[in-house]
């Protein structure tokens, strides 16, 4: 049986492309720095191997026996000095895939052509050249922004949109692209496996539509029914404009400035010949768009940008981030027990036992619920030890249930918006992480206000309420 290899598995496009290859049968291999990332996320059939593109002998151990291999990694969201360790990568993985025989190499790079490309776009392309330069069969496809929920372009124009009434729009606003689906993307990706080629060979990709930026945010805007104006200006300079963008967008301060400073040049496809050799027909802007927006229904979306890991580490991220119109605080711990331990105290967690901190402030929430038509605490749950999909638990609903690993609360208490609370233990080393998250959908500027009015608490109750939990974890009887 062929075996094909996914680098990249714990991002955006590769955590979607490893479900999908998943359900079409088949032996795969991922490579990630921390395998424990993938614990529960991958079926049993799946082999996760712990590796680094930068080390090259645990490079040879994951591609021995591979056919095939997935290069769907970047140094983007670092600092300084990313072009030269995307290529330093490149070079390893290209020799390493060599040494082992591996057939071919399927490499996601960046759409866009003339000789002022910016530095992102630049490495993205040499990235190319250094896999092709190994002696390996490359596919590269080249592709303009991705439209799906969780994506960093689809997040950013959602931002932008909800938040603001009225626009101050650059010039690069207007700039052309040609914007492809994530499923199309996934299309194209499965298919890249066995198109038939006697070389490497590179393909433009992109959706059925070429739109502006302008083009993009007015849809986004029409599908959801709001009223936006642009105001067009030509003084903002992509670097300007970035910074303003951090702004208005915190999440997006780093690595949304590179994306955007790269906005110089249209990313349209100019080379056909993937229409002839592929059987994906594209979705239009409108439909990528809807679907995106179906997929932001659910609580959290399958896979998102800043999930990622880099090719150089952990990529950092405050613990309250927003993105699009959602916030997140999310944070974690480590704690030197087995997982079944950690995750005790989380199957554990409200009725009697309460919530590891602060329970009189979690008293009160449950009064003033009460004083507003809503459930309060009063409710409780109904086992102590063992929550059930669907059960009450004191204001919250159990969503979600994956014994020792995982437990989704959806809030049931009076809300200017929606909100989640979820537990994950992930094994790491000889312990395990507990990652905890709080996530709400604020409904218009009531729920923005309220968030913001309530941070102070809310940062003092989950940095408390996690800590607590680890303690408990900690305590917890072998």
Request: hydrophobic share 45%; proline share 5%; net charge positive.
């Amino acid at each position: 049986m062929k075996r094909v290899l996914i680098t990249g598995a714990t991002g955006y496009v590769g955590g979607r492309l490893l479900a999908r290859l998943e359900s079409g049968g088949g032996a795969l291999r991922c490579l990630a720095r921390r395998p424990e990332v993938l614990t529960g996320r991958v079926l049993p059939t799946t082999e996760v191997v712990a590796g680094d593109v930068h080390d090259r002998a645990s490079l040879d151990r994951a591609l021995a026996g591979v056919d095939s291999a997935y290069y769907l990694v970047h140094a983007l969201g670092e600092g300084a000095g990313f072009e030269e360790r995307d290529r330093a990568a490149a070079e390893h993985f290209g020799a390493a895939a060599r040494a082992a025989g591996v057939r071919r190499i399927v490499y996601l790079g960046g759409l866009g052509r003339g000789p002022s490309l910016s530095p992102h776009l630049r490495s993205r392309q040499q990235v190319g050249d250094v896999l092709r330069a190994s002696g390996v069969t490359v596919l590269e496809l080249r592709a303009s922004i991705v439209l799906g929920s969780g994506s960093l372009s689809f997040e950013m124009i959602r931002a932008l949109v909800e938040r603001l009434p009225l626009m101050i729009t650059p010039r690069w606003v207007e700039v052309a692209t040609q914007p492809i689906a994530i499923e199309d993307l996934l299309d194209y990706l499965v298919e890249a496996l066995d198109v038939g080629l006697d070389a490497s060979r590179v393909f433009e990709i992109g959706g059925a539509d070429q739109v502006t930026y302008g083009d993009l945010m007015r849809e986004y805007a029409r599908q959801r029914g709001l009223r936006r104006r642009m105001i067009r200006v030509p003084v903002l300079t992509p670097h300007l404009s970035s910074l303003w963008l951090g702004l208005v967008t915190p999440l997006y301060a780093r690595v949304g400035r590179k994306l955007i400073e790269s906005i110089r040049h249209p990313t349209v496809v100019t080379d056909l010949a993937a229409r002839e050799v592929f059987h994906v027909r594209p979705l239009g802007v409108r439909e990528a768009i809807a679907a995106a927006m179906r997929n932001e229904e659910r609580a959290i979306a399958a896979s998102r940008w800043y999930d990622a890991f880099s090719s150089a580490g952990l990529a950092e991220r405050p613990a309250s981030v927003s993105f699009g119109q959602r916030l997140h605080d999310s944070r974690e711990r480590y704690v030197d027990v087995p997982p079944a331990r950690a995750f005790a105290p989380i199957r554990r967690i409200g009725g009697t036992r309460g919530w590891y901190a602060y329970d009189w402030l979690w008293r009160l929430r449950g009064v003033l619920d009460l004083l507003v038509g809503g459930v309060g605490t009063r409710r409780g749950r109904p086992d102590p030890e063992t929550p059930r999909v669907g059960d009450a638990l004191d204001f919250w609903r159990v969503e979600s249930y994956e014994p020792g690993r995982r437990l989704r609360l959806r809030a049931e208490m009076k809300l200017p918006g929606r909100a989640w609370l979820e537990f994950e233990v992930v094994p790491e080393r000889d312990g395990s992480r507990i990652r905890q998250t709080a996530l709400f959908d604020p409904s218009g500027l009531a729920g923005l206000a309220y968030w913001y009015a309530v941070f102070p608490i809310h940062k003092l109750v989950f940095r408390d309420m996690l800590a607590g939990i680890a303690r408990a974890a900690a305590s917890t009887p072998p």
